[in-house]
């Protein structure tokens, strides 16, 4: 799986730069799609970048969730950082690939990387969620085993990019001319292209929707239930609040990566089983669009969580405005006491 035009994919290296042409896109199109890319870096990196100082430096509570958005946060910055420039220059602006094999190489490699660690991340914080609402007294994993799964999933991730990386090649457009052509995956049978883009949508997109659906609907059930008690209940209604904040969080960021990431899968596994669909002009700008907005889920994320992080601090001040005038548990607990002992009484009095 790769960002570069697979359009190149039905080109013959014998061929001249005049065919590359024929893919040049209109000017305002590319204007557009340039604007975007843009707008998408910028978001990303200042969004991402004020999560990683705000849950790094600034919060003092380092939960669960918490690394797990972190890990998300980098995966992004990593996207835009290193992949997104080389990509937007050599799709919009020079149509050639100018960086050299190496950076070609690497730059397929993390795009296919960064993907596989998102969809495991948001896998991993659900199931994580799942446990902590499902089993409240059961201890929670400590930011320790969290970090080695986060490191785990980064593994896996690079591990299963691996043939990226391998069947990644500048192919030529002219043999005779060594600094003209394209970066793109190269492989010795398509059918082992297919395998493998078939295998990346099951596992970066099949199954983590399959385990999102059942964790968080599941979740949601749980925190209907309304516990007995009237200051007990409100006691667990402001918990369940803080809770489905972050539910809330890790759900709008599954939705987000589920929508942007489906055109251009659907795109990639057509043309993996019939490349002519590339010579269409057509297809080629709906690609370089599905591209734009699979990227987008980098500045789509940070704007979810600081979104959440604001109406949550309203939810901590009302909290706090309440223990000021007294602490809400233990005023809960006595009142419940106290009200379980007077119906007691009043009942030993009726027997009386």
């Not at 050599?90 to 190496?102: A, E, M, Q």
């Not at 990226?164 to 049978?189: H, R």
Request: include cysteine; hydrophobic fraction near 45%.
């Amino acid at each position: 799986m790769t960002y570069s035009n697979d359009t190149a994919l039905v080109i013959d290296t014998n061929l001249t730069h005049v065919l590359v042409e024929e893919y040049a896109l209109p000017k305002w199109i590319t204007y557009i799609l340039i604007g975007l890319h843009l707008v998408i870096v910028g978001i990303s990196l200042i969004g991402n970048g004020i999560i990683l100082i705000y849950f790094l430096l600034v919060k003092r509570g380092k939960t669960n969730a918490n690394y797990y958005l972190v890990a998300l946060a980098m995966s992004d910055l990593l996207l835009v950082i290193w992949c997104e420039p080389f990509t937007v220059f050599n799709n919009l602006i020079n149509y050639h690939w100018l960086f050299g094999k190496f950076m070609c190489y690497s730059v397929s490699f993390m795009q296919t990387a960064s993907v596989i660690q998102r969809s495991c991340t948001l896998v991993a914080s659900s199931v994580d969620r799942y446990i902590a609402i499902r089993w409240p007294l059961r201890k929670q994993a400590s930011l320790l085993v969290v970090i080695a799964i986060i490191t785990a999933i980064w593994f896996f991730s690079l591990i299963l990019s691996v043939p990226v990386a391998i069947f990644t090649d500048i192919k030529l457009y002219n043999e005779l001319d060594n600094s003209s052509g394209i970066c793109i995956e190269d492989w010795p049978q398509n059918g082992l292209r297919q395998a493998y883009s078939s295998s990346l949508f099951i596992v970066t997109y099949c199954i983590p929707l399959l385990v999102l659906i059942i964790t968080y609907g599941h979740i949601v059930l749980i925190l209907d239930v309304k516990p007995p008690g009237e200051e007990y209940g409100n006691l667990m209604r402001r918990r369940r609040i803080v809770k489905r904040k972050t539910i809330k969080v890790f759900l709008l960021a599954f939705f987000a990566y589920a929508l942007c990431w489906l055109p251009i899968h659907t795109i990639t596994i057509v043309g993996d089983i019939n490349p002519l669909i590339y010579d269409s002009k057509l297809v080629h700008v709906v690609w370089l669009f599905a591209q734009c907005l699979a990227v987008s889920t980098s500045a789509i994320n940070p704007m979810i969580v600081l979104g959440s992080e604001r109406m949550a601090r309203t939810v901590g001040r009302r909290t706090s405005s309440e223990r000021r005038s007294g602490n809400p548990f233990r005023k809960g607990s006595f009142n419940l006491l106290k009200s379980r002992m007077n119906k007691r009484r009043s009942t030993q009095e009726t027997w009386q």
